[in-house]
């Protein structure tokens, strides 16, 4: 899966992944903020390696503020701006 990256002007984010672009199902808007959240897991908790568990990307619709989450394993990452 490729996912892309259009920074915007207003410092928002267009994303497409394959070449399509991510709308949010809840609202349609196209323009998101980005952030990065650990996936905890008991295990990393319990034993104190919370810092080592997944990674996911967030992209938070600027409109609605509904989160995408993803797991990006063996994505390539490209990012542009427009």
Same mark, same amino acid.
């Given at each position: 899966? *490729? ?7 207003? *410092?928002?984010? %267009?994303?497409? +992944?394959?070449?399509?672009? +991510?709308?949010?199902?809840?609202? &349609? =808007? ?5 952030? %990065?959240? +650990?996936? =905890?897991?008991?295990? %990393?908790? !319990? #034993? %104190? #390696? ?7 990307? =967030? !992209? ?7 989160? #995408?989450? !993803? +797991?990006?394993? &063996? ?8």
């Amino acid at each position: 899966m *490729d996912l892309q990256e259009i920074k915007r002007d207003d *410092d928002s984010i %267009g994303v497409t +992944l394959d070449g399509k672009p +991510l709308l949010c199902v809840v609202c &349609g =808007n196209d323009s998101y903020h980005e952030r %990065g959240s +650990l996936l =905890n897991s008991r295990g %990393g908790e !319990f #034993f %104190g #390696f919370a810092w080592a568990d997944d990674k996911a990307t =967030n !992209f938070i619709c600027t409109k609605c503020g509904y989160i #995408f989450w !993803f +797991l990006i394993y &063996g994505s390539r990452r490209v990012s542009s701006s427009s």
